[in-house]
């Protein structure tokens, strides 16, 4: 019997190993609208979030993460459009990791978001790459998702070890980008 991400067997098997999972299944994004007025928005509609709650009752003891991996999950959301988006918990470093796919089609994707302020060396994120990737990942990849104090979010691919770049999308573009290159060497 299948069951959908973040039912409560799923949860219940997450806390029995010491995490916490969440998705963005449905029913999280539905709430009664305010009794005061059709179109007044509640003023503490943020930190009311459910999803939020649910992330600031993971084993993470810095807000600032838990806010920065809630403002990464509602931009992959609503922004840039991701499915199937999920959190974890990792008490060792003190962090939320979210896992989501760009297009319904991709492999499962790790963001790993973090505020400006929190440094982190090589190490660290090597060590949150093997806990999080999987045995499949080849090469373990996350997406490093720096938030801003003024709430910009800034991704970064990193691999581990050197990885060739993907070829361009549309090799029409790259050839023009090459011809225009060229174009202004000649007219110098």
């Given at each position: 019997?299948?069951?959908?991400?973040?039912?409560?067997?799923?949860?219940?098997?997450?806390?029995?190993?010491?995490?916490?999972?969440?998705?963005?299944?449905?029913?999280?994004?539905?709430?009664?609208?305010?009794?005061?007025?059709?179109?007044?928005?509640?003023?503490?509609?943020?930190?009311?979030?459910?999803?939020?709650?649910?992330?600031?009752?993971?084993?993470?003891?810095?807000?600032?993460?838990?806010?920065?991996?809630?403002?990464?999950?509602?931009?992959?959301?609503?922004?840039?459009?991701?499915?199937?988006?999920?959190?974890?918990?990792?008490?060792?470093?003190?962090?939320?990791?979210?896992?989501?796919?760009?297009?319904?089609?991709?492999?499962?994707?790790?963001?790993?978001?973090?505020?400006?302020?929190?440094?982190?060396?090589?190490?660290?994120?090597?060590?949150?790459?093997?806990?999080?990737?999987?045995?499949?990942?080849?090469?373990?990849?996350?997406?490093?998702?720096?938030?801003?104090?003024?709430?910009?979010?800034?991704?970064?691919?990193?691999t581990d070890g050197l990885?060739?770049?993907?070829?361009?999308?549309?090799?029409?573009?790259?050839?023009?980008?090459?011809?225009g290159k060229k174009r202004k060497r000649l007219l110098?």
């Amino acid at each position: 019997m299948d069951e959908a991400p973040g039912s409560s067997s799923e949860l219940g098997a997450a806390k029995g190993s010491g995490l916490l999972v969440g998705s963005s299944g449905g029913s999280d994004r539905e709430q009664e609208a305010p009794k005061t007025g059709r179109w007044e928005l509640r003023k503490d509609w943020l930190a009311a979030h459910p999803t939020l709650t649910r992330m600031t009752s993971l084993d993470v003891a810095d807000s600032s993460r838990v806010y920065a991996a809630f403002l990464v999950y509602l931009d992959l959301l609503e922004a840039r459009n991701w499915h199937e988006v999920s959190y974890v918990g990792l008490a060792e470093f003190q962090l939320v990791c979210l896992r989501g796919r760009e297009r319904e089609a991709d492999d499962l994707q790790v963001v790993v978001p973090v505020p400006v302020h929190v440094s982190f060396s090589h190490d660290w994120m090597r060590q949150i790459m093997k806990r999080t990737c999987t045995v499949s990942d080849s090469p373990m990849s996350i997406m490093l998702a720096i938030v801003e104090s003024d709430s910009t979010i800034v991704y970064y691919k990193l691999t581990d070890g050197l990885v060739t770049p993907d070829p361009p999308d549309n090799t029409e573009d790259a050839d023009n980008k090459q011809w225009g290159k060229k174009r202004k060497r000649l007219l110098r």
